[in-house]
């Protein structure tokens, strides 16, 4: 029992049922399961929106699956997701509201933090987002000289990035040719330097993105950027509010900055920064795509929302996604979760996922401080379909892990394809469709021999097969769609943490490094003393400096 009178998950009898039934299943094989029932392929599917999902190739029953809902209303799944939307301070270690729901909300919508209804100040950053995106796209917007912005370069990093890049690269085929919009995020010199040294300065706007405005990373390339600015334009500081803008939650350092508030685009503290690329995080993208796609991306989103708010249990898909990733770590022993977006556009895709899932539930204590005693979020991998398969694919097939994987695929290619480029699309999609068949079926024994392969080559080339994907397949990626599918892993990542009983939304982990960089530069710069440096970190300091010839 912890403070609030919950069982502890593994003491559930809810847990305990499915340690019994996965005991039963055993080596099931999905090839038993397809037998067993032939309107599996089409009777373990859900539809969202325009996302058609096939989880018909994942190692369970109707018994696991209605074992696993009962597990997910033991853990009052329901309950907490009913109070994240109501927007209840269910960030408990930061005591903060967690309402990304509300920053894509109609405006009509009623969502009260504090007693004050957010939604009038979302859609007024929205429209003030909207208004500078035209000015920009237009020309209308002009640079110090007076040229018109031709360059965007979006400086943050973690949520102030990953988002907003992202979906630039998803949606290419809606952008802007006439506009260059780059992301620069790592402290690395060289990010800032590829970004800009092509560019002219007097065409260029920075966007610097950061919630707190004092991430070291994103503080420095700003600076940098500045300096680079000005030098370039021969200007003084007087320029710098023609060519950058800030999303911020913290209008006292954007104004020490040099920014002009009245250029800064505000969102709120109860938006998580891996959570916040459809607020005004997402201005880059509005100004490449427009502010009607931009729109499209939220009703998008928001649908997904009403879907997991609504749908019952049976239906929903992002609970029964999160149950099954908890089945596969729990009873399966499943340490990784693979990510096989086959769409070229989605590159960045499994990048963004690895933060809105491995900083949300990469944690090993609950909500009440206590050690965890089960598997908390997976390492979450991957890498564009095809270039996939001739790289580590191999593993998944035949290695020892067991390595749970999405698959997303499209019908339609997207963009101004040439037609030769458009024919090839089916040929993607053959792989796309191939391959959840070899995972999940594998080829037998006898099936290779029946080939007429020598007998010692056997073991070599027989595939277990049993490795479970879910496919998710949509028309076409269009901003509404790639909205819908971030909302889907949102709330499936919101699944898990609710059923671990962890706080998805802080970030603890991630601030330890940052106060030990801030005590080690002067060791690298200085050679100081660095009080509590252990013997490994100081030899390797010492070799850096030799290296540096300092
Ligand atoms: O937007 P900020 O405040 O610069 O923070 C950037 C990122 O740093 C983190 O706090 C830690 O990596 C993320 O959660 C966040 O997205």
Redesign the pocket.
């Known amino acids: 029992m912890n403070a609030e009178g919950r069982t502890r998950l593994n003491q559930m009898p809810e847990w305990t049922a499915l340690g019994k039934h996965r005991e039963q299943l055993g080596d099931t094989h999905l090839r038993e399961l397809f037998a067993a029932d032939p309107g599996r392929g089409t009777g373990y599917t859900l539809t969202v929106g325009d996302l058609h999902l096939d989880y018909s190739k994942h190692l369970v029953t109707d018994e696991t699956l209605d074992l696993l809902r009962e597990l997910a209303a033991a853990a009052d799944v329901a309950g907490l997701r009913d109070a994240m939307f109501r927007g209840e301070k269910i960030n408990t270690t930061e005591d903060r509201a967690v309402l990304h729901t509300a920053l894509r909300a109609p405006r009509e919508a009623v969502v009260e933090v504090d007693g004050e209804n957010v939604v009038p100040g979302v859609h007024a950053v929205l429209d003030k987002m909207a208004a500078f995106s035209e000015r920009v796209r237009s020309g209308e917007w002009t640079g110090h000289t007076g040229r018109r912005i031709r360059n965007v370069v979006n400086i943050?990093?973690?949520?102030?990035d990953l988002g907003p890049a992202m979906a630039y690269g998803a949606l290419r085929s809606f952008t802007d040719r006439g506009l260059t919009v780059r992301f620069v995020s790592n402290v690395d010199g060289a990010d800032l330097h590829e970004a800009v040294r092509d560019l002219d300065a007097a065409e260029t706007l920075f966007i610097i993105?950061?919630?707190?405005?004092?991430?070291i990373e994103?503080i420095t390339n700003a600076t940098s950027a500045r300096d680079w600015l000005l030098t370039e334009l021969r200007a003084d500081q007087a320029a710098v509010a023609k060519h950058f803008v800030a999303l911020s939650t913290n209008a006292e350092k954007v104004a020490d900055f040099g920014i002009d508030t009245a250029n800064m685009f505000e969102f709120w503290d109860w938006v998580?920064?891996?959570y916040?690329f459809d607020s005004a995080i997402g201005l880059s993208l509005m100004i490449a795509i427009g502010p009607d796609r931009f729109r499209e991306l939220l009703d998008g989103f928001h649908l997904v929302d009403e879907h997991f708010r609504t749908a019952p249990a049976e239906a929903n898909a992002p609970l029964l996604l999160g149950l099954l990733g908890v089945w596969y770590g729990a009873f399966f022993d499943a340490q990784s979760h693979a990510v096989l977006p086959y769409s070229h556009y989605l590159s960045k895709f499994t990048a963004y996922l690895q933060?809105l899932d491995m900083?949300s539930n990469g944690k090993s204590v609950d909500r009440d401080g206590n050690p965890v005693e089960w598997q908390t979020g997976p390492v979450v991998w991957g890498t564009p379909g095809t270039n996939g398969q001739h790289a580590y694919y191999q593993l998944i097939h035949q290695g020892t892990k067991v390595i749970p994987a999405d698959f997303i695929g499209f019908a339609e290619p997207v963009g101004d394809l040439r037609p030769g480029l458009v024919a090839q699309h089916d040929l993607l999609m053959a792989n796309f469709f191939a391959q959840t068949q070899a995972l999940a079926f594998g080829k037998t024994p006898e099936e290779v021999r029946a080939e007429g392969v020598a007998e010692e080559l056997v073991p070599h080339k027989t595939f277990r097969g049993n490795h479970p994907t879910t496919t998710v397949l949509a028309k076409e990626l269009t901003p509404s769609v790639l909205g819908q599918l971030i909302a889907l892993y949102e709330h499936k990542v919101f699944v898990q943490g609710a059923i671990w009983n962890i706080d998805s939304f802080d970030?603890w982990g991630?601030e330890l490094g940052k106060v030990l960089a801030k005590r080690v530069e002067p060791a690298l710069t200085e050679g100081a003393e660095v009080p509590g440096l252990d013997e490994s970190s100081k030899a390797l300091v010492a070799k850096y400096r030799a290296l540096r010839g300092r």
Do not use: L, P, Y
């Not at 943050?156 to 102030?160: D, L, P, Q, R, T």
């Not at 993105?209 to 991430?215: G, H, I, N, P, V």
């Open positions: 943050g990093i973690g949520g102030s993105a950061s919630k707190t405005f004092t991430t994103t998580g920064g891996r916040s933060q900083e970030q991630v």
